[in-house]
C-alpha cells in the first residue's frame, strides 16, 4: 500500500488516522474530533476537530541540540518544526537560555550573548532580561539590559547602562560605564529603615535588621540623605520630623573620613535627632526617638561613587 495515502482503522472499520496529504484529507466534520492525519511531505500532523478544521500540531517544548525542555521555532508559511530554539523553561516555569549552565532556582536568564566566561542569573529567583554578559548573583536580583553590569546582592536591581556594581542589600544601580572596573564610577540609591521605642541613637539597615551600608577601601562617596520618622497610629504622643542629610564619606585603606551637614526640615518635638557615622567602615544613618514611644524610621540614601583603586572588586 502506497504510505503516502495510507487510512488507518479501528476493528469496525472506522478512520482513526490518515497518511496523506494535507489536499487530500477528508471534510473533518465526517470524522471524529481527534482523528490524526500526518503528512509525510510536510512531515506535519494534523487533528480533526470534528467540524471544520484540521489543526496543526505544534510541539511547546521538546529535547533539542541545545537541551530539553526547549521552545520550538515554526516556519511561518505551513507551520513546519524548523528547529529547537536555545530558549528552555524550567520546571518551575522560568525561561533561560539553554545553554547547559547552571541557573538559580526560579531564575530567567534571557541574554542573547553569552560565552563560557560570561556570568549568568545565578541567583535564586533572580532575573537578566538582555543585554550580555551581565551577571544577576544575588537573590531575587535583577538587571534589565546593558553590558558587564553585576547585581550581586540580594533584591538589587540594574535597569541597564555599562559596569555597573550592585554589592548591597536591596540597591539600585546606574553606571555608563567604568575607568577600569564595573563599580569604580556610578551611583547608587538604597532605603534603609528601623524602628525606635526610646531617646537613645538607633541606626537604620538596610533589611531593617542589621545590614549595614558599606564603603569599599579606597573608595569615596558623596550622599545625600532623605530621612522621614512618624510615630504609630495608636501613639500616646504623636511625633513626626523629617531631615535631609548630605555629605562625604572615604574610606582610605580602612580609615574613614566623614563630613556632612545635617538639616532638620521639620519636627514636633525638640528630641528628635539624626546624623550619620562612619561606624569604623559602613555609612551608618542614626536616629534619636522618644522615651516609651515607638516610632518608625524611613531613610532615602543616594551616593555617586569613586573608585581610586585599579583593583576596585565587584
Not at 6 to 12: E, G, H, K, N, S
Not at 122 to 150: F, H, L, P, R, W
Not at 238 to 261: C, H, K, P, Q
Amino acid at each position: 500500500m502506497d504510505v503516502q495515502h495510507r487510512v488507518l482503522q479501528d476493528a469496525d472499520s472506522h478512520p482513526i488516522g490518515y497518511v496523506k496529504p494535507r489536499a487530500d484529507l477528508p471534510d473533518p466534520a465526517a470524522v471524529l474530533p481527534g482523528v490524526a492525519a500526518f503528512d509525510a511531505q510536510t512531515t506535519l500532523l494534523y487533528l480533526s476537530n470534528g467540524v471544520d478544521r484540521w489543526i496543526p500540531y505544534m510541539p511547546v517544548a521538546g529535547d533539542g541540540p541545545h537541551g530539553q525542555r526547549t521552545i520550538a521555532r515554526w516556519v511561518g508559511e505551513d507551520g513546519r518544526t524548523l528547529e529547537m530554539s536555545q530558549l528552555l523553561i524550567t520546571d518551575e516555569g522560568a525561561l533561560q537560555r539553554a545553554d547547559g549552565r547552571e541557573r538559580g532556582v526560579g531564575a530567567v536568564d534571557l541574554q542573547t550573548s553569552i560565552s563560557d566566561q560570561t556570568p549568568i542569573g545565578s541567583g535564586d529567583y533572580s532575573t537578566v532580561s538582555g543585554g550580555k554578559e551581565n551577571a544577576a548573583a544575588g537573590e531575587s536580583a535583577v538587571i534589565g539590559g546593558g553590558q558587564a553590569n553585576k547585581a550581586n546582592a540580594p533584591y538589587s536591581a540594574i535597569l541597564g547602562g555599562q559596569a555597573g556594581c550592585a554589592n548591597r542589600y536591596g540597591e539600585q544601580t546606574q553606571a555608563a560605564g567604568c575607568f577600569s572596573l564595573p563599580g569604580d564610577a556610578q551611583t547608587c540609591v538604597l532605603i534603609a529603615r528601623g524602628v525606635t521605642t526610646d531617646e537613645n541613637w538607633t541606626t537604620l539597615a538596610l533589611d531593617g535588621q542589621n545590614e549595614p551600608l558599606t564603603i569599599a577601601s579606597e573608595c569615596a562617596a558623596a550622599f545625600h540623605i532623605l530621612l522621614i520618622g512618624r510615630t504609630l497610629t495608636d501613639a500616646t504622643e504623636m511625633a513626626r520630623a523629617a531631615f535631609e542629610i548630605s555629605g562625604l564619606i572615604d574610606n582610605v585603606a580602612g580609615e574613614i573620613a566623614n563630613d556632612y551637614t545635617l538639616h532638620a526640615m521639620a519636627f514636633t518635638h525638640p528630641a528628635l535627632d539624626a546624623g550619620v557615622t562612619s561606624g569604623g567602615g559602613p555609612l551608618l544613618v542614626q536616629v534619636k526617638g522618644l522615651a516609651n514611644t515607638t516610632m518608625r524610621w524611613v531613610a532615602r540614601i543616594t551616593l555617586v561613587e569613586v573608585s581610586a583603586s585599579p583593583i576596585f572588586i565587584c
